[in-house]
T-cell receptor
Framework: NAGVTQTPKFRVLKTGQSMTLLCAQDMNHEYMYWYRQDPGMGLRLIHYSVGEGTTAKGEVPDGYNVSRLKKQNFLLGLESAAPSQTSVYFC???????????FGPGTRLTVL | AQSVTQLGSHVSVSEGALVLLRCNYSSSVPPYLFWYVQYPNQGLQLLLKYTSAATLVKGINGFEAEFKKSETSFHLTKPSAHMSDAAEYFC????????????FGTGTRLLVSP
């Protein structure tokens, strides 16, 4: 039981490049989330999903897109990366709304 | 809207000393409150949560937190700090307007010296 895994762990992009971050969970959780963590700002919710095939915007969705084609996977895409998207990205999952969230180890993204 | 404020971005203690990390919440309804810990280069993991069953909540690794409605506080304590407690700690509240989302505080980094 691996819990929540994230790929890749580190990435450096140039401004304007695109990339996809992959999150996978093996706990059969319905809900999945993408957060970004910036110094002094805690974690902020980017997008979330309440089940396979559904996605919704969080607090800071601009510049990101997501997809949940399979229940166990939640993808976060950056179509045209900007330096302001330099951050640590965390994926999380939970069995239900309001339940304990389980976090992945994070992806450190730097946009030059 | 529900929110939390963590007082002190850094707290330093000596090994064996009391740990006190402060969190105040803002909520017009009984809140669900959480403390998460983030060890270096790792994701967050749940320390404990308050869901109105008991005001004193015990968590993992000897931590506990007390919900005080009169003070709108949910401070995290541990009687005796260990070196392994050095980490960043986040208080969070469950915002239940529409979809129930976790709203995190800005975090407090705990430094433990020998």
């Amino acid at each position: 039981n691996a819990g929540v895994t994230q790929t890749p762990k580190f990435r450096v992009l140039k401004t304007g490049q695109s990339m996809t971050l992959l999150c996978a969970q093996d706990m059969n959780h319905e809900y999945m989330y993408w957060y970004r963590q910036d110094p002094g700002m805690g974690l902020r919710l980017i997008h979330y999903s309440v089940g396979e095939g559904t996605t919704a915007k969080g607090e800071v969705p601009d510049g990101y897109n997501v997809s949940r084609l399979k229940k166990q996977n939640f993808l976060l895409g950056l179509e045209s990366a900007a330096p302001s998207q330099t951050s640590v990205y965390f994926c999380a999952s939970s069995p239900g709304q309001g339940g304990t969230q389980y976090f992945g180890p994070g992806t450190r993204l730097t946009v030059l | 809207a529900q929110s939390v404020t963590q007082l002190g971005s850094h707290v330093s203690v000596s090994e064996g000393a009391l740990v006190l990390l402060r969190c105040n919440y803002s909520s017009s309804v009984p809140p669900y409150l959480f403390w998460y810990v983030q060890y270096p280069n790792q994701g967050l993991q749940l320390l404990l949560k308050y869901t109105s069953a008991a005001t004193l909540v015990k968590g993992i690794n000897g931590f506990e937190a007390e919900f005080k409605k009169s003070e709108t506080s949910f401070h995290l304590t541990k009687p005796s700090a260990h070196m392994s407690d050095a980490a960043e700690y986040f208080c969070a509240v469950l915002r239940n307007t529409g979809f129930q989302k976790l709203v995190f505080g800005t975090g407090t980094r705990l430094l433990v010296s020998p």
